[in-house]
């Protein structure tokens, strides 16, 4: 059973940063995919950043230029560098990875942004 752990979410000031991380308990490079999502209340989960091995990187245009997914495969661990943070990057995001058609989520980390 694979199990993706999230951490590093918090309450930070508009224009500061956050780093996130997801352990997951297999080799990241085991999935075609993973990546990051999020959900704000009342609205849909959305994608944020995703890293596909036959494509590479994938961007929300809304965080283009102020995030970015990096992959440590060596921690098994996956991240997501938020800077230029927002109120409206205020969210629950997710850890996601897929294999096989299959879709894994990890149990998200709240994001608060404040202005």
């Known amino acids: 059973q694979v199990q993706l752990v999230e951490s590093g979410g918090g309450l930070v000031q508009a224009g500061g940063s956050l780093r996130l991380s997801c352990v997951a308990s297999?080799?990241?490079?085991?999935?075609?995919?993973m990546g990051w999502y999020r959900q704000a209340p009342g609205k849909q989960r959305e994608l944020v950043a995703t890293?596909?091995?036959?494509?590479?990187?994938n961007y929300a245009d809304s965080v283009k230029g102020r995030f970015t997914i990096v992959g440590d495969n060596a921690k098994n661990t996956l991240y997501l560098q938020m800077n230029s943070l927002k109120p409206e990057d205020t969210a629950v995001y997710y850890c996601?990875?897929?294999?096989?058609?299959?879709?894994?989520w990890g149990q998200g980390t709240q994001v608060t942004v404040s202005s």
């Open positions: 996601e990875a897929e294999r096989a058609a299959y879709h894994y």
């Open positions: 297999e080799n990241i490079f085991s999935f075609n995919a």
């Open positions: 890293f596909t091995r036959s494509i590479g990187t």
